[in-house]
């Protein structure tokens, strides 16, 4: 036998990059308006989940939202800004 034929042939599959979202702090948006927007934009957050997000952009300056695939986080990123809120994305490392 041949060592080709030995050799087990394996397919590794590499995860998709994961991306941040990150919401920065404004004096613009009431708290309100912006748990109000998080809960609409990420469906995946509950209530208290989008309250600690506000109140640690607010209190730090910027806040990770989700952790995701990039097409997800582009789109989050997007709607959050067609809000009115400031937000970026970042690849995680």
């Known amino acids: 036998m041949s060592v080709e034929t030995l050799e087990k042939r394996s397919t590794v599959r590499k995860l998709a990059p994961r991306y941040r979202v990150l919401l920065h702090n404004d004096d ?10 998080l809960l609409k934009t990420v469906p995946s ?17 910027m806040a990770l ?20 809120l400031s937000s970026t994305i970042e690849p995680t490392e």
């Open 65 to 84: 939202v989700i952790t995701c695939a990039l097409e997800h986080a582009e789109f989050y990123c997007e709607t959050l800004k067609m809000h009115g």
């Open 28 to 37: 613009l948006n009431s708290m309100e308006y912006v748990v109000e927007v």
């Open 45 to 61: 957050l509950t209530q208290p989940q989008a309250v600690s997000v506000m109140m640690e952009a607010h209190t730090n300056g």
